[in-house]
């Protein structure tokens, strides 16, 4: 069975009494555990609704139907906030362009954050994270501020943040877009190897043919519906 299996999925935003924006037309897709698999295509076609769909930071909408989500099996339209929030924090890791790292917090602080957030206690916490920050070569700079840090140290960071828990799932949103040449490719290479040592399943958003052609899987999406797979 695929890791998700989403079918007919609908996405309608409703900006005011006119304007409703369709970002997603019935989308249909399915990813394997263990693949690495981009969705591309041009800007505003729905490729990070999806993903943030997948991800359970937004629920699909109905549209007079039922759309189909399942992770693991499981039926991910039906569960509560709670269950959601607590998949996301134990199941699954992002990574995002902008990295999101708090600026008051070090790296290895930024990072012990999320397996607080799953429950693990502060001092197993910090162990976690320093052993994830040693996975992306970090583990001379935990004491760093996002500052004190460059672009490609930071989302290296954002990326050990996203292993700290050992997810099966990692979404990335436009992972390399605030990078430049040689760190896209550091982080892609990091990313390939968690995919092929550790068996973490990858989904990542991206407009850059050369991260689509790192992949095992392109999905093309335009106009909010998938057109190759």
């Not at 699909?60 to 959601?84: A, F, I, Q």
């Not at 068996?199 to 057109?227: F, W």
């Amino acid at each position: 069975m695929p890791l998700i299996d989403a079918m007919d999925v609908h996405k309608t935003y409703r900006l005011g009494r006119s304007n409703v924006v369709r970002a997603l037309q019935g989308v249909n897709m399915s990813l394997e555990s263990g693949e690495m698999v981009a969705i591309m295509g041009p800007s505003g076609c729905g490729k990070s609704t999806l993903m943030h769909i997948v991800g359970l930071l937004q629920p699909p909408s109905t549209n007079g139907t039922k759309p189909v989500l399942k992770y693991r099996e499981r039926d991910m339209t039906t569960l509560s906030d709670r269950e959601r929030t607590r998949i996301r924090a134990t199941e699954m890791g992002f990574v995002f362009q902008a990295f999101n790292l708090v600026s008051t917090l070090n790296a290895v602080e930024n990072v012990a954050l999320a397996a607080e957030y799953a429950g693990q206690p502060k001092p197993k916490a910090k162990a976690s994270a320093l052993d994830a920050l040693g996975l992306v070569g970090l583990a001379e700079r935990a004491g760093h501020r996002p500052m004190e840090l460059s672009g490609g140290e930071q989302q290296r960071v954002a990326i050990a943040r996203a292993l700290v828990n050992r997810p099966g799932l990692i979404l990335a949103d436009e992972p390399t877009g605030n990078l430049d040449s040689a760190n896209s490719k550091e982080v892609m290479e990091l990313l390939r190897r968690f995919n092929r040592e550790q068996k973490q399943t990858i989904l990542l958003v991206t407009h850059d043919p050369e991260v689509g052609k790192a992949c095992s899987r392109i999905i093309t999406m335009r106009d909010g519906k998938v057109t190759a797979v």
